[in-house]
């Protein structure tokens, strides 16, 4: 240190070396410390979604229920449901499970009507339709992708007899499904967000027009019902996400807290001795010389 | 520094360097007083401790500007009776810079007008009417000024030197230097100011540079005070004592807490839609009243003007609704910690719950606490479509960059509803 060449010019250089060494590795040490960032934490994101439909128009409200494999006993998933509804999602390990039904309301032991399968990180959407699907139940896969934040992404579930197929157009004539077969789910397609109409319609036939209302940000299902001779919409959202998007960051916080305030109050202080020493031994000696 | 007439606080290399200038310029005054140079030497390094002190545990450094005015009002005082026209205006400059400097300057007019330093013409009584009304308008100012909401304008160690340099010289000068009686109260009276919760940094510095010259002068008076050695060791040894115990962190202003049910608005009729009214955080002992986040004109994300609330951007997702509510709040304010300090310590599994203008309480469970770049922000998964009701936490997070008033990284907290 400085004041110790001022208090003892005669020391030998070689102490003062090894001191000076010291201390800067010391200041180094203590200033790294300060410095060292804490590891974020982060949890692994391969979580499996899945949720239930009844899209059957020839059964009532319905409970369906979803029963892991090997442990039967182990229900991960219980909904009961009007024709034309779908569950929430719902977060499930990867495995093989269930699916039963009984009518909602009953006591009766639900019936097992399908086996399903749940890959990790997949989302998909198990409902009862109508026609020749296997127990009555079928298996969609949704893709979840995010739109651009200022348009709505979506897709159609055929739910909706007598016709076999539908075609279904956007408000401004978009294809958004071509000959969909009743149970089935089209691909996702973009349309602008706000109050919209689909025209709806056998292929060849006239179309009618279902009142939709579309989000930015959002991705949803929209399945077709029939209900007292006319075809309705009900849109379901798959996944919704902030209706307007703030670009950037967010600059939250003014630093009278900063984490640096450790490393500088190491240097301020180190700084202090040393200014604070050789002001006392300036003056001190001035003093002196007098 | 923010309630400055003449705008934004500048730059702090720009505070750093005026500092510094000061500095010198106090040197020269002390030199026109004709004081020894070993007291000079001690009065400098007082000043330069402070101004240090102050750089180096504040977030936006010192502002040497009103000093150096100041100290130039000091050369022209000291410099003979036809320049104290420029004097004046060098002080009318500084506390046109920072307000707070008016208190000292409005204390010593009066102190000089009752010892008839000042107003030598006017009859007695109307002198001390003068004085006394000088001392009220330094006393309305100081009130005026005064922010309750904040803590102590600087850190503790600089009070405590402050304040112990103030009682040290006032107290010595008083009794035996009468004509040294003003400026030590102008001083005193800037000192008391650093007190006074609210009135920011400027009076730091011109307060420490009076007591530094009044030290210098005190030390040519008495012989006893700073010229011996020993004594010279002592006060610097606690300098450094006291920059040792600086707290890292300042106490955190004292705000009272926020109560749920109180805060809860009675229900209006139709509300157009669902609000998040408030916040608990069992992990960060945290509860409190939401506010309603906006955008600014660019579109960016606003934080609360508050640093002790957080706040809930109202153009998103209502928690507990599908989708990525997002809850925004100051990790610090200039002073100490915010609502959102202990946001990093989260760990996965901890509750934070928000509560519903419709009365429902949606439960989330942390997933993923992550530190990011601000250049690097993660838009998409912030505020990309979620399945599930989710919440994000957003604070401030890494080093904070002096030149740009900014931290550099933002911590996000992922949420899912349980």
């Not at chain 2, 070993?38 to 000043?47: F, G, I, L, N």
């Amino acid at each position: 240190m400085p004041a110790r060449h001022l208090a003892r010019p005669a020391a030998p250089r070689r102490r003062a070396a090894a001191a000076g060494t010291g201390v800067v590795a010391l200041l180094l040490l203590v200033v790294g410390l300060a410095l060292a960032p804490t590891p974020p934490a982060t949890a692994a994101d391969a979580t499996s979604m899945l949720r239930l439909g009844q899209l059957n128009p020839d059964q009532g409200n319905l409970e369906l229920t979803v029963s892991s494999v090997a442990d039967p006993k182990n229900t991960v998933l219980i909904a009961a449901l009007g024709y034309g509804e779908l569950s929430g999602y719902q977060a499930v390990e990867e495995g093989d499970y269930v699916v039963a039904t009984r009518p909602a309301g009953s006591s009766e032991p639900p019936m097992v009507a399908k086996t399903i399968s749940v890959r990790p990180g997949t989302t998909s959407t198990v409902a009862t339709v109508g026609g020749a699907a296997e127990g009555g139940i079928t298996s969609f896969t949704d893709d979840l992708t995010a739109p651009d934040p200022t348009k709505a992404r979506l897709r159609v579930i055929n739910a909706a007899p007598p016709a076999a197929q539908l075609d279904v157009r956007g408000p401004a004539g978009e294809q958004v499904a071509v000959g969909l077969a009743l149970g089935a789910a089209g691909s996702y397609t973009t349309l602008p967000p706000g109050e919209s109409r689909l025209s709806v319609g056998p292929p060849g036939a006239p179309a009618v027009e279902v009142p939709v209302t579309l989000k930015a940000n959002e991705v949803s299902s929209v399945v077709l019902t029939s209900g007292g001779g006319a075809v309705q919409a009900r849109v379901v959202v798959d996944a919704a996400g902030s209706p307007v998007v703030p670009p950037g960051p967010v600059h939250a916080g003014f630093g009278g807290a900063a984490a640096e305030a450790g490393a500088y109050r190491a240097a301020s202080s180190a700084v202090l001795i040393v200014l604070a020493v050789s002001a006392a031994l300036v003056s001190a000696r001035l003093a002196r010389s007098r | 520094m923010s309630t400055s007439l003449l705008g934004t606080p500048p730059p702090w290399p720009l505070g750093l360097v005026t500092a510094v200038l000061a500095g010198v310029l106090l040197w020269s005054v002390t030199a026109r007083l004709r004081l020894r140079p070993e007291s000079r030497a001690a009065s400098t390094a007082v000043y330069a401790c402070c101004a240090l002190l102050t750089e180096l545990t504040t977030p936006d450094g010192v502002d040497g500007r009103a000093t150096l005015l100041l100290s130039a009002g000091g050369m022209f005082a000291v410099a003979g009776t036809r320049r104290s026209l420029l004097a004046a205006l060098a002080c009318a400059a500084a506390v046109a810079l920072a307000p707070v400097v008016g208190v000292g300057v409005l204390v010593l007019l009066g102190a000089m007008a009752l010892r008839k330093d000042l107003l030598i013409r006017l009859p007695a009584p109307l002198r001390r009417i003068a004085g006394v009304a000088a001392f009220a308008a330094a006393a309305a100012l100081a009130v005026l000024l005064a922010r309750p909401q904040d803590g102590p304008a600087v850190p503790l160690g600089v009070l405590v030197l402050l304040g112990a340099c103030v009682l040290l010289i006032g107290g010595v000068s008083w009794v035996r230097l009468p004509w040294l009686r003003p400026p030590v109260a102008a001083v005193v009276a800037l000192a008391a100011c650093q007190f006074v919760p609210g009135p920011d940094l400027d009076a730091v510095l011109p307060a420490a540079a009076g007591l530094a010259v009044l030290a210098a002068v005190l030390t040519e008076e008495h012989h006893v005070l700073l010229a011996r050695p020993v004594l010279v060791g002592a006060v610097m040894v606690g300098v450094v004592a006291t920059a040792l115990l600086v707290p890292a962190v300042p106490l955190p202003a004292a705000t009272p807490p926020h109560h749920v049910a109180e805060v809860v608005p009675a229900a209006a009729p139709e509300p157009p839609r669902v609000t998040a009214v408030s916040i608990a955080i069992p992990r960060m002992e945290l509860s409190g009243s939401l506010d309603v986040l906006g955008v600014a004109d660019d579109g960016e994300l606003l934080a609360p003007d508050d640093p002790a609330r957080a706040g809930w951007y109202a153009g998103g997702v209502v928690p507990g609704d599908v989708g990525p509510a997002i809850v925004g709040g100051h990790v610090d304010s200039r002073r100490g910690p915010g609502v959102f300090f202990a946001l990093r310590s989260l760990r996965p599994d901890d509750v934070v719950e928000i509560t519903r203008s419709d009365g429902r309480v949606a439960r989330f469970s942390v997933t993923s606490v992550a530190q990011v770049a601000k250049e690097q922000f993660p838009t998409a998964a912030v505020y990309g479509p979620t399945p599930r009701p989710e919440l994000r936490l957003i604070t401030c997070g890494g080093r904070f960059d002096r030149g740009a008033r900014s931290y550099t990284d933002n911590v996000v907290v992922e949420a899912v509803a349980t």
